[in-house]
């Protein structure tokens, strides 16, 4: 190549350089001039590196920006390329959770392109008026009278979990996969009506494709950083959240169940409920496209969370004997007061209850949640929100945080004695937009521990590490090196 074409290739090279670091540093200076403190991003992953690189879970990261900046009320992040506001103060957190609602009615949606990944088009992903409507449609089938109308079908799982538990090895049990194949089962029996049979049969086709909607792989996660946080990319690669056999499975599981219901058949569940909806001449056009998305949702927020949840909780008895005792104690009676495991029996167990809270209080599935910006509001006489800013609130470090709880490491119920929902407790989030699910999750996981302790003590085994570290993979929380332990029957 001749000098003058070398010369052309590295000017080509250094514009192209310089375009790059011109992109990824545009904005840097975002909370400088908006006067909140931040820390310096870097180009490209803003102060997230660690975590792209996977050295570093994402809770962990904001662990660090919240003890460096606990004193102010809240800090900058760049998430990549993306300012977000981080909320440390609690008051200002219920501010935007409840008393600001009108202004912080949408979540930061995974992604909006809902044209090419229908599945997305659902209540956690929703905004403005199609929001409000389908939360309207959707609360209801979580009401008191509808869980204990639904409850025998959660308590015929927890029975097939005890039955599973006796015939199958349980000296050295992998309990997050254990649990979730209780909560595939679960759901899918309360959501669409149908049998996964996931506890009977580990090679069950629901089983396997909710395991891989919930895969950890590097790939997947590279993938779902990339559509956080670099969207235009994540749609120009043509990736998808979801593999499309993942989508068309449960599409056509769906469409089955509507033509079993339109051939007669009825149900008081959440899918029957939406198509009720269809019947009446609401200005809510429900579709069967949204009838199939927002049952997707269901799996999505609840398979995962409630199977999390059992697990750490069960960790957590396995490290302290005494209070599995008391728990099983109190299991046994009310089992017994009430005729066996019905919705009675298990709203009477208030220490199960306890327990099931501090469990999320120190280990919450879902460590943060997020709000975007619908409308300018003053959050302090410093700070003003724009529209379409993203807030980002930090549900594990506001949860571990010593002001508002006491010796944050400790596991202990007792916390929860006078009250379920203390300051600063919001596992499920709070205000209009908090987790409708949340009623149903208690009582999955309250029928889970009320099949297995009775018949079973549950104990560390080889395998079980003796902390919990977050794995750096997985934005939901889970353990590095997975949860194991040890079920000795009784
Ligand atoms: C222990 C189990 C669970 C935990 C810890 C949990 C936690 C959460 C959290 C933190 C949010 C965000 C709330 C906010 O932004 O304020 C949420 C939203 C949501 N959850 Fe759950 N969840 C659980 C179980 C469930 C279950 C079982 C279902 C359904 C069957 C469910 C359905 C949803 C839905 C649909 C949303 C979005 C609500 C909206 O945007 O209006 N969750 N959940």
């Known amino acids: 190549m001749s000098l003058s074409g070398v010369l052309l290739v ?7 350089l310089l375009a790059v670091f011109h992109y990824s540093s545009k904005g840097r200076k975002y909370w400088f001039f908006r006067n909140v403190p931040y820390r310096e991003p870097c180009p490209l992953f803003g102060n997230f590196g660690a975590t792209f690189t996977m050295r570093k879970s994402y809770t962990r990261m904001l662990q660090f ?6 004193d102010k009320k809240y800090v ?28 912080f009615s949408d979540r930061v949606s995974a992604s909006t392109d809902t044209q090419r990944e229908p599945l997305l088009r659902n209540l956690a ?6 929001w409000k409507a389908m939360r309207h449609i959707v609360t209801p089938t979580f009401s008191s009278a509808k869980m204990k109308a639904m409850f025998p079908l959660i308590a015929d799982c927890a029975q097939t979990l005890k039955n599973t538990m006796l015939k199958e090895s349980v000296d050295e049990v992998n309990v997050p996969s254990l649990m979730s194949r209780f909560t595939t089962d679960v759901i899918g029996s309360c959501a669409f009506g149908v049998d996964p049979g996931s506890l009977k049969n580990p090679e069950s086709p629901f089983l396997k494709m909710s395991q891989k909607m919930f895969k950890i792989d590097r790939s997947t996660v590279l993938k779902r950083y990339c559509r956080t946080f670099f969207p235009r990319l994540f749609k120009l690669l043509n990736l998808r959240s979801y593999s499309e056999d993942v989508e068309a499975f449960f599409t056509s599981i769906i469409n089955q169940v509507l033509a079993e219901r339109r051939s007669g058949v009825q149900r008081h569940d959440f899918l029957q409920l939406m198509l009720n909806e269809q019947n009446t001449n609401s200005c809510f056009q429900m579709t069967d496209a949204l009838i199939t998305s927002n049952s997707f949702i269901f799996m999505l927020a609840g398979l995962e969370t409630s199977a999390t949840t059992l697990s750490f909780c069960l960790y957590e008895l396995a490290r302290d004997q005494d209070l599995q005792e008391d728990v099983r104690k109190e299991i046994m009676e009310c089992l017994e007061r009430h005729n066996g495991l019905n ?3 298990v709203i009477a167990m208030h220490l199960v209850y306890r327990v099931v809270a501090e469990t999320l209080r120190m280990h919450p599935p879902t460590p943060m949640t997020t709000r975007l910006c619908t409308a300018p ?10 529209l379409k800013d993203p807030v980002l609130i930090p549900i594990h470090c506001i949860q571990r945080d010593a002001q508002h709880f006491p010796d944050p490491d400790k596991f202990n119920p007792e916390r929860f004695v006078d009250d379920l929902n203390p300051p600063g407790f919001m596992a499920y989030g709070e205000g209009p937009r908090s987790c409708p699910g949340a009623r149903f999750a ?23 590490t003796p902390r919990i570290q977050y794995d750096p993979r997985s934005v939901m929380l889970k353990n590095k090196g997975g949860i194991w332990l040890r079920f000795a029957p009784k």
């Not at 900058?76 to 219920?94: E, N, W, Y």
């Not at 996981?445 to 395998?463: D, K, M, N, S, W």
Request: a negative charge; glycine letters at 4%; one cysteine or more.
């Open 65 to 70: 920006f919240y003890d460096n900046f606990r």
């Open 442 to 464: 208690q009582l999955t996981v309250a029928a889970g521990l009320a099949a297995i302790l009775p018949t079973f003590t549950v104990e560390p085994c080889e395998r079980t």
């Open 10 to 16: 590295i000017l080509i090279l250094l514009t192209l």
């Open 343 to 345: 919705y009675d029996a």
């Open 125 to 130: 992903n929703m905004s403005g008026a199609e």
């Open 377 to 386: 509001c003053t959050l302090d006489e410093h700070l003003t929100l724009k």
């Open 76 to 103: 900058g992040l760049f998430q990549a390329r993306r300012p977000t506001l981080m909320i440390i103060d609690l008051d200002m957190a219920k501010t935007v959770y409840s008393k600001e609602f009108q202004c």
